[in-house]
């Protein structure tokens, strides 16, 4: 069960949700592709978040955030419900991850259900630590852990149920990480995702390499933020006998998040012209099964995407994509994600 009572933020919450997390890239974007297909684009000025697509043909689009205004109400709410969606995936027939869903205390009791975070943690014990602990809602990584054992796995959950009424608990599987974007039937872009990591110098420890990486994030003008002081990093360093005060050898490659988000400091490789034509066929398949137009799929391949499909997973999919990859390589990639909005915007007017 999802989820649907929305949390409306305060005045003053509101300005630092605004000061913190709204990026104005797309309006930002859209506004300067707009003219080149006879467009006007609206943005409200006070927040910078939403914006209206006047066309030349008269009609009218919005967007707010990433959700743009190009997909079915429904199929979207669907896609922003992990469980919901992956239960529809799983029905058609599509690979997907085993896992159950939890509610926390309070709303287990709302709804008459016994699948609180105790349940949840026998769950846990069945399947075999370590398994996935993930929010059902949300987007970026945020709240996906890796629990190893119960203190950690409790840990996880109470944080979730901080934000979410629901968590997912699944088996871990490994692999590559993949997000596909599909537009109309085709695939627009494809890239892997690798997890935050730092490659040791044999004099840095772990902390500094991690700082150096902040600053040529801002260097190259990427404002992805490193949570250095993430309780996640901690344990994955633990449980490679490592701390941040550690010394890792010249060119020793170093993990510190098992999730591959780009939002939590990790990298991007452009895959878009190696994917293999069975996996385009599977995107652009599950796209159009669910009811949408713009999607993004994430897949957990084990292999390499550019091969012929054999063991992988959906990980899950995403309604509002957000085409902004490129630019968290660095400015210098920002022609590629005016490209793709430009081929959103027109797709957008149908």
Not at 178 to 194: G, P, W
Not at 243 to 258: A, H, M, Q, T, W
Request: charged content about 30%; proline content about 3%; hydrophobic content about 40%.
């Amino acid at each position: 069960m999802s989820n649907f009572v929305k949390f409306v933020p305060n005045k003053k919450r509101r300005k630092k949700m605004k000061k913190q997390v709204v990026s104005p890239l797309l309006g930002k974007v859209l506004q300067k592709v707009a003219s080149k297909i006879g467009a006007i684009v609206v943005m409200e000025p006070k927040w910078g978040i939403v914006g209206q697509v006047i066309y030349k043909s008269g009609q009218k689009r919005y967007f707010r955030y990433s959700s743009l205004d190009i997909n079915r109400l429904g199929s979207s709410e669907i896609a922003k419900d992990k469980d919901f969606a992956t239960f529809y995936m799983k029905r058609m027939g599509y690979a997907v991850i085993p896992g159950k869903t939890f509610y926390s205390d309070h709303w287990a009791k709302v709804i008459g259900s016994r699948d609180n975070i105790d349940i949840a943690y026998k769950y846990a014990q069945k399947l075999g630590f370590p398994v996935i602990v993930k929010p059902n809602s949300g987007s970026q990584g945020m709240g996906v852990t890796l629990a190893n054992n119960r203190r950690q796995f409790y840990r996880a959950m109470r944080f979730i149920f901080k934000r979410d009424r629901v968590a997912l608990v699944q088996r871990p599987v490994r692999g590559k990480d993949y997000r596909v974007v599909v537009l109309d039937k085709r695939v627009i872009s494809a890239y892997e995702r690798i997890a935050l990591n730092v490659i040791g110098d044999g004099v840095s420890t772990i902390r500094r390499l991690l700082e150096k990486k902040q600053r040529n994030f801002a260097a190259s003008s990427r404002d992805t933020r490193i949570k250095i002081d993430d309780p996640r990093i901690s344990e994955k360093l633990k449980r490679q006998g490592l701390s941040l005060l550690s010394v890792p050898k010249k060119g020793e490659r170093v993990y510190l998040l098992d999730n591959a988000n780009l939002s939590s400091g990790g990298d991007s490789v452009d895959v878009t012209n190696k994917i293999h034509p069975e996996f385009r066929k599977i995107a652009v398949g599950l796209t159009k099964d669910m009811g949408l137009r713009l999607c993004g799929v994430d897949l957990m391949v084990s292999g390499d995407i550019s091969q012929k499909p054999g063991v992988y997973w959906i990980l899950e999919i995403n309604s509002a994509p957000g085409l902004d990859h490129y630019v968290k390589m660095g400015r210098a990639q920002e022609k590629i994600v005016e490209s793709l909005y430009l081929e959103v915007l027109k797709s957008m007017e149908k």
